[in-house]
């Protein structure tokens, strides 16, 4: 069975920095456009960040460009997401996303794969 599993949640201040992770099982991150989506109590999904092989450069959405940095380790079959000079906007709940095959899409409709959901909250 395939699955996403998300980790690296948690308290954060204004201004400080975070990073999830998201490791897909039965798949390798190679196969797949894996994007990082996050959404709070009421709202729409949010499209933040999303890489995939077969695009150039990864996308950003325009609140978080600059200050996060999305990654993938093929060795560690793992996507990061650094997330720098955070702010109290960006606490929602952070889900990872996958799509094969790896194009990355804004729309959170259009892939196959999501995770649990991790909580980023503001500390202070």
């Known amino acids: 069975e395939v699955q996403l599993v998300e980790s690296g949640g948690g308290l954060v201040q204004p201004g400080g920095s975070l990073t999830l992770n998201c490791t897909p099982s039965?798949?390798?991150?190679?196969?797949?456009?894996i994007g990082w989506f996050r959404q709070a109590p009421g709202k729409n999904r949010e499209a933040v960040s999303c890489?995939?092989?077969?695009?150039?450069?990864?996308y950003y959405a325009d609140s978080v460009r600059g200050r996060f940095t999305i990654s993938r380790d093929i060795a560690e079959n793992t996507v990061y997401l650094q997330m720098d000079r955070m702010k109290i906007e960006d606490t929602d709940v952070y889900y990872c996303e996958a799509l094969k095959p790896p194009l990355c899409t804004a729309n959170a409709a259009m892939y196959d794969l999501w995770g649990q959901g991790t909580q980023v909250t503001d500390s202070s």
């Open positions: 890489i995939a092989t077969s695009q150039g450069a990864p």
């Open positions: 039965g798949i390798t991150v190679h196969e797949l456009a």
